[in-house]
């Protein structure tokens, strides 16, 4: 706490009046800060950090400024005073997922492609399909490479140049997941026995960074893989693959190798939900804000069937016990139920259209 | 990063288009059909939103017809320590393309330093840098989807972005490219036509102002047809202008009604 302390005053130099963090301290201000929430409920669009002030008259302005200060200048106690009311900055129960959403096929150039949003939290997942030798040991299987991005415009801790931390070792947590979820049966990735199978390359772009980027980035890679069409391809001579275009007219030499395998059938497809745990809390799909006061992390994995695919939690000063896992795994299967609402409304959607 | 052990095996996209080398006879004739339908002197539609990413100071998204961008806007935040003392501000231009904005995967990732030095050419004209000394602006940038016509098209989004950050600038900068194809000019192209193209053309400029902040021409040009293509790329920005405009009103009058209810 205090090193934070310390932090955050280095900040508040961007403040004109100097005499505001003196009133920050009055007892006057811990009430303002309760109505925060209040305000958020009113307008919890994201633009309501950016006009503070002006949506209750020019009076208001002051005590607005003063509440975003003391959120700057002692974020953790800015937060616990919001978790004793059982809530957060946000208006949301401590339980509560933000509102979550999901378009398929929103890359033209890709095979398969997904947006997933959950509250500011953006993904955008595409798969490309190539064509592979595969390996002797397994003939009849192709391959599923996946990368996870996060480019500068996602966050203004990522330079270009420097990539951020985050990215490889999320890259490494999703492509575990889903190779071991079993979602993807590799065997019907395969195109001729021992000559060519599909090589999917899926790439998640992280495109705005706000909290729980595991879980956002596994939503849209399980979308982008049900809106996942492979190309119908044949052997030519040169016994390369290719794709049979319908352009022609007339009948393609050679007959296509895979009519009858446009789609995967995903089995158990893998959902995710991050929590944070702090004192006896746990706070469902947290902010970046939240993500970076209070550090301790767990991510579960479960299945369509509830079945536990991975628990992730990597460090932090709180420790699980058996009950706070029970209780995250209870928040975990509510969330695989939404979120299996949201994937089926949106494969319903995309087979209308 | 290949999922399974051991070393990523070589693989090959299917599709044929790697193979066509030539250029196909219909971009040759006179009277051709434009692979999307559209008159040769006819942009395609364009969508343009601000505040596309939350953790940005400032963003905006366009897209016109396939090619897709974000670009996000930071700071002026505290220029690099290795940096020497400026008293104007310094502007920071990045362009990326995602693995999958090619018709083949990883075409485009490599070679964006020049596109980033043109953004950032194109923009800095049209910046008060004076109004933020010592520090930087960062224009980040992220091709989603490459449809044709993808540096016009990211200009004329960061200045959007610019402006959804509050960065003062004299006027908003509009680009628009147009591409010599044989005796045809075709403004706003297609990547397609883009690969057959003699010569192209861009012009980024202050539509209100009436002040061009970079021209490049480049492939094959007469003097006459520079002019008839410089006339058409001011006409096309001074509307694309107009679109802009509204777009920051549109998204300035919702901010404000929403924060009154």
């Known amino acids: 706490m205090p090193y934070q302390q310390h932090h955050s005053l280095s900040r508040a130099t961007q403040f004109d009046k100097p005499n505001l963090i003196m009133q920050l301290f009055t007892p006057r201000d811990m009430k303002l800060v309760i109505k925060q929430p209040l305000f958020s409920l009113i307008d919890p ?83 490309k399909m190539e064509v592979m030798t595969p390996s002797k040991e397994a ?96 052997l ?30 995903l089995r158990s497809i893998p959902f995710a939900l991050t929590c944070i745990l702090h004192k006896n809390y746990i706070l469902a799909d947290p902010t970046a804000e939240e993500e970076s006061i209070m550090d301790t992390l767990i991510t579960i ?22 009950s706070v896992l029970q209780d995250c795994i209870a928040l975990s299967r509510q969330r695989v139920k939404e979120l299996q609402k949201i994937l089926n409304e949106a494969i319903l959607d995309m087979d209308v259209d | 990063m290949a999922a399974k052990g051991g070393a990523a095996p070589a693989t090959y996209s299917p599709s044929p288009t790697t193979f066509k080398k030539k250029r196909p006879p219909i971009f040759t004739d006179v009277d051709w ?99 933020f000394p010592k520090t930087t602006v960062d224009v980040f940038a992220l091709v989603l989807e490459s449809g044709g ?28 490219s147009v591409s010599c194809l044989g005796k045809n000019l075709v403004i706003d192209p297609v990547s397609e036509e883009e690969n057959y193209q003699d010569g192209s053309l861009m012009i980024t400029c202050l539509p209100s102002r009436n002040e061009v902040t970079q021209l490049t021409i480049t492939g094959e040009w007469s003097s006459p047809k520079i002019h008839e293509a410089m006339e058409l790329c001011l006409d096309a920005c001074s509307k694309l202008g107009k679109i802009m405009r509204s777009c920051l009103k549109e998204s300035a009058s919702t901010s404000t009604s929403t924060s009154q209810e």
Request: aromatic share 6%.
């Open chain 1, 45 to 127: 669009s994201s633009r309501e950090r950016k006009m503070v002030g002006s949506a209750n008259g020019a009076t208001d302005l002051s005590s607005e400024m003063e509440v975003d200060a003391f959120r700057r200048l002692f974020p953790l106690r800015f937060h616990e005073r919001h978790l004793l009311e059982s809530v957060r900055p946000d208006a949301r129960s401590l339980g509560k997922a933000r509102e979550t959403s999901l378009a398929l096929g929103a890359v033209a150039s890709a095979d398969g492609s997904a947006l997933a949003k959950i509250g500011c939290t953006t993904m955008l997942a595409a798969i």
């Open chain 1, 139 to 234: 003939p009849d299987e192709g391959c599923v490479a996946i990368d996870f991005h996060m480019p500068p415009i996602c966050s203004p801790i990522v330079r270009p140049g420097r990539p951020a931390e985050a990215a490889p070792v999320a890259s490494k947590q999703l492509s575990d997941t889903i190779i071991s979820s079993g979602m993807i049966d590799l065997k019907e990735l395969s195109l001729v026995s021992g000559k060519a199978a599909w090589m999917a390359y899926l790439d998640i772009y992280c495109l705005d960074a706000d909290g729980a980027l595991f879980d956002a980035a596994l939503l849209a890679a399980a979308a982008a893989f049900s809106h996942l069409q492979i190309p119908v391809v044949s």
């Open chain 1, 236 to 265: 030519n001579d040169d016994g390369r693959i290719v794709v049979v275009s319908k352009e022609n007219g007339e009948k393609p030499k050679n007959k296509p190798v895979n009519e009858e395998k446009r789609k995967l059938k």
């Open chain 1, 301 to 322: 994995v479960l299945d369509t069937s509830c079945q536990l695919v991975s628990l992730y939690k990597p460090g932090g000063p709180a420790l699980a016990y058996e």
């Open chain 2, 33 to 131: 059909v434009r692979p999307d339908g559209r008159d040769f002197h006819q942009c395609r539609p364009a969508f343009l939103r601000t505040g596309a990413v939350n953790a940005a100071s400032g963003s905006a998204y366009a897209e016109f017809g396939n090619t897709k961008v974000i670009v996000s806007i930071f700071g002026p935040r505290e220029s690099k320590k290795a940096m020497m003392y400026s008293d104007t501000g310094r502007l920071n231009c990045n362009v990326t393309y995602t693995t999958f904005a090619t018709p083949v995967r990883g075409q485009a990732s490599s070679d964006n330093k020049e596109i980033s030095s043109q953004l950032h050419k194109s923009l800095e004209g049209a910046i008060m840098l004076d109004t």
């Open chain 2, 149 to 176: 016509c993808d540096l016009p098209v990211v200009i004329s989004c960061a200045s959007l972005a610019l402006a959804d950050a509050g960065i003062m600038m004299f006027d908003l900068v509009a680009a628009v």
